[in-house]
Nanobody, 120 residues
Framework: QVQLVESGGGSVQPGGSLRLSCAAS????????MAWYCQAPGKQRELVASILSGGRTNYVDSVKGRFTISRDNAKNTVDLQMNSLKPEDTAVYYC??????????????WGQGIQVTVSS
């Protein structure tokens, strides 16, 4: 079993910054993809940014140039640096990991979600 624990959310004014962190633990052989998704009230969960184990990143257009995703493969962590935050970034943010476990089984895991609120 694999657990994802998120930290770093909160409230910030428009134009401010927040950094989200997520740590994976458990029966992990390797993590293929780590990502951050968000879900605003009344909307579906959507991808914000992803990063492969080799470092290749992908961002939704609305956050390009403002958000940066990074990971530490040795520590099984992924961070999301969010700058120039806008009210429309307000959502619950979820950490995601596609994991090859020690039994060589693939699995998809989610964190519990963390609130980010951007408001004046």
């Amino acid at each position: 079993q694999v657990q994802l624990v998120e930290s770093g959310g909160g409230s910030v004014q428009p134009g401010g910054s927040l950094r989200l962190s997520c740590a994976a633990s458990g029966s992990i052989f390797s993590i293929i993809t780590m990502a951050w998704y968000c879900q605003a009230p009344g909307k579906q969960r959507e991808l914000v940014a992803s990063i492969l184990s080799g470092g290749r990143t992908n961002y939704v257009d609305s956050v390009k140039g403002r958000f940066t995703i990074s990971r530490d493969n040795a520590k099984n962590t992924v961070d999301l640096q969010m700058n120039s935050l806008k009210p429309e970034d307000t959502a619950v943010y979820y950490c995601y990991a596609n994991v090859l476990d020690n039994s060589k089984n693939f699995g998809v895991y989610w964190g519990q979600g963390i609130q980010v609120t951007v408001s004046s």
